[in-house]
């Protein structure tokens, strides 16, 4: 089983920035991969971004270019620097881990936090 623990959601104005951390515990081989969701109002989880073990990163093409994931192996932990956030971003942000091959298959959920952007 693994644990996983968001922080750093608020409130901000548009164009401002936020950083979200994710720190893991438990059984951390179980996953290679770490990433995250959010889910707005009425609308479906989407994959925001994830980080692999190494360097390999994706991201959906609406925070390209705006949002950077990174990751700390040694603590467990990840990370989403979030520049020029737009209204739009609004939503529940959710830390996952898990396998990542030719897609990224997640076994694992955080709690959630939440990002509010006010125009």
């Known amino acids: 089983q693994v644990r996983l623990v968001e922080s750093g959601g608020g409130a901000v104005q548009a164009g401002g920035s936020l950083r979200l951390s994710c720190v893991g515990s438990?059984?951390?081989?179980?996953?290679?991969?770490m990433g995250w969701y959010r889910q707005a109002p009425a609308s479906q989880r989407e994959l925001v971004a994830v980080i692999s073990n190494g360097v390999n990163t994706n991201y959906a093409d609406s925070v390209k270019g705006r949002f950077t994931i990174t990751r700390n192996n040694a603590k467990n932990t990840v990370y989403l620097q979030m520049d020029s956030l737009k209204p739009e971003d609004t939503a529940v942000y959710f830390c996952t881990g898990g396998r990542w091959l030719a897609k990224y298959d997640v076994e694992y959920w955080g709690q959630g936090t939440q990002v509010t952007v006010s125009s």
């Open positions: 438990g059984r951390m081989s179980d996953i290679n991969a």
